[in-house]
């Protein structure tokens, strides 16, 4: 009888009453889900479980979507994820020091596609990407080409192991598929810092090369 008053004096009063009663119901609910079932992530049937006792709210069907959209694209990425892992890498490439560096990445499977490399910091910032193209002459091979501005930042974002010798991190993208979105393997690689005498028509000068060179 309540109600019936003060709809007929304020109806927009009485709906918000209604709705902030069934959101209560649902936080209620969800709460003594989370209770039950602790903290393991829901599935797709309590996801189905939630909409047949809410499919009456269209806020709460909207997030279902959502969540299960979002669950999806999860389910996508560690498939990418799992299949990129069984992808072998090696990677090869020589420049003299003021020149771009040229990196050839060989790859088995062989329809395993590589899209481009980045240059990691040991915290694992990205330094700069390079696009990957494919070597029509030698397949399945890639190569992608660092300048040598970003080359220097990155040697010297390395861990020295001699003088001549720095460790580096290495992230490579891969295309699993069409419909997914790509994939990475991180990989450690050397570069090594090479100096030999060259005889030229005026006499000897000192070549200096970069050489880098690892595997996954």
């Given amino acids: 009888m309540l ?8 109806p927009i009063a009485v709906w918000t009453l209604v709705v902030a009663v069934a ?7 969800a709460a003594w889900a989370t209770f039950h079932y602790g903290r393991k992530a829901p599935t797709q049937d309590d996801l189905r479980r939630v909409e047949q006792h809410t499919s009456h709210l ?4 909207t997030g279902i979507d959502s969540v299960a959209a979002q669950m999806k694209r999860q389910e996508e990425a560690d498939t990418a ?7 072998s890498i090696s990677v090869t ?4 020091v003021n020149e771009p560096l040229p990196v050839w990445l060989s790859v088995l499977p062989a329809e395993a596609r590589l899209t481009r490399i980045e240059l990691l910091s040991e915290l694992r910032n990205s330094l700069g990407t390079m696009q990957c193209d494919p070597d029509k002459e030698t397949p399945p091979r890639f190569v992608a080409m660092i300048p040598t501005a970003k080359l220097s930042i990155w040697r010297s974002a390395g861990t020295a192991a001699t003088n001549e010798i720095t460790r580096q991190v290495l992230r ?3 295309s699993v598929d069409e419909r997914s979105k790509d994939a990475y393997r991180e990989m450690g690689v050397t570069l090594t810092q090479h100096s030999e005498y060259i005889d030229e028509g005026n006499g000897r000068r000192v070549k200096r090369t970069y050489r880098i060179q690892g595997s996954v």
């Fill in 3 to 10: 109600s019936l008053v003060l709809f007929a004096y304020d």
């Fill in 23 to 29: 959101t209560l119901a649902v936080a209620i609910a």
């Fill in 58 to 61: 269209p806020n709460v069907r």
């Fill in 81 to 87: 994820e799992a299949r990129a892992r069984l992808v």
């Fill in 93 to 96: 490439g020589e420049a003299e």
């Fill in 172 to 174: 490579v993208w891969i």
